[in-house]
Structure formats: structure tokens, C-alpha cells
């Protein structure tokens, strides 16, 4: 396995929609490379990660809610999309790892349904809600070209690139 290093903003990438992966490309060589996706998140303290913040643009996401926890349990999602969500939502104080040093508070449907094909490429279905509808929600955001500051206000968003700028730029000094 390896780390990658991740994609921060402001950066175009960023904003690209990614590409589905073709049910005959989910073999050995995928599953390694979300392997390598989720020793980058863990090592970076995250619970969720897409291919696109290590730079690459598939539509591929792994999530882990409880790392290193009683409950941890790595999911590997391919080509995931939302078929059901909430009208009621719910507020959850966002953090990215491709925003460094930034947190705010983010309003979502509070459940949703996603299907999405795991990498054994059988099709799942999933119900969630609570933290995890928030970071399946987040993640499909990033698949689709979108930040969790693209929900705030402009001004907000603004604070947000700037100290990711700033400490983006601190990390390669
Ligand atoms: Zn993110």
C-alpha cells in the first residue's frame, strides 16, 4: 500500500466531475488502489476520501466512520448515487481534507438512500442518515465537482480557500 499525496484548494481538479468505472474495470488493480485511498485517509485522519482529492477522476469514494474504533469498517463505493433523500435535514460541522483548517456548519437531507457498486462489484443499496448520510453526501459532492464550502455563503467560502491557500502553501515550505 502507499500514500498519496492529496488534492487541496483552490484547485481546478477540484471542480471536475468524475468519471463512472465500467463494471469490467472493479478487479485487483481497483481494489488496490482504494486500499492505497484508505491508508491516505486514515494517515490523514479522515472518515471519508474520493479518488479526485488524490487527483485521480473516477467515481470512486471509501469511508470509514469509526478508524482505529470498535466499529470501523472500511467501505469501498464505486459509481454511488443518491435515489431517495429527505425533505427534513440535518446540520453537521463539515471538515475536508482537501480544505485544510476550515470547519463550518453544512445543512443536508437528513437520510438518504444511495446505491453504489461495492468492489466485489455487487450492487448495495444502503439507508443512511445521522454522519453517515452527511459523509456519503460530502463524497458524492466531491464526485461530482462540488466542496462542502460550495454550500456556504460566498463570503464564508472565501474565508475557507483563503486559509486552505495559506495552509497549502505552509505544507510545501
Ligand atoms: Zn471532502
Redesign the pocket.
Same mark, same amino acid.
Given at each position: 500500500m502507499a500514500l498519496i499525496p492529496l488534492v487541496k484548494a483552490p484547485d481546478p481538479r477540484l471542480k471536475k466531475v468524475s468519471e463512472p468505472i465500467a463494471v469490467g474495470d472493479i478487479d485487483k488493480t481497483l481494489r488496490r488502489f482504494m486500499d492505497d485511498m484508505l491508508e491516505t485517509m486514515y494517515d490523514a485522519n479522515g472518515i471519508?476520501l474520493?479518488a479526485i482529492?488524490i487527483g485521480v477522476l473516477k467515481r470512486v469514494t471509501v469511508i470509514d466512520l469509526d478508524p482505529g474504533g470498535p466499529n470501523s469498517k472500511p467501505l469501498y463505493i464505486i459509481n454511488p448515487v443518491i435515489v431517495a433523500s429527505s425533505t427534513e435535514e440535518s446540520t453537521y460541522n463539515e471538515g475536508?481534507?482537501?480544505v485544510p483548517e476550515y470547519w463550518d456548519d453544512v445543512h443536508r437531507p437528513a437520510r438518504i438512500t444511495v446505491e453504489y457498486l461495492d468492489e466485489n462489484a455487487k450492487k448495495q443499496r444502503v439507508e443512511a442518515d445521522g454522519l453517515f448520510a452527511t459523509c456519503l453526501q &460530502?463524497e458524492i459532492d &466531491?464526485i461530482n465537482g462540488f466542496?462542502?464550502i460550495d454550500h456556504l455563503s460566498k463570503l464564508r467560502r472565501s474565508i475557507a480557500l483563503r486559509k486552505s491557500a495559506k495552509a497549502k502553501r505552509l505544507d510545501q515550505d
Open positions: 471519508g474520493a482529492q475536508c481534507l482537501s &460530502h &466531491h466542496l462542502f
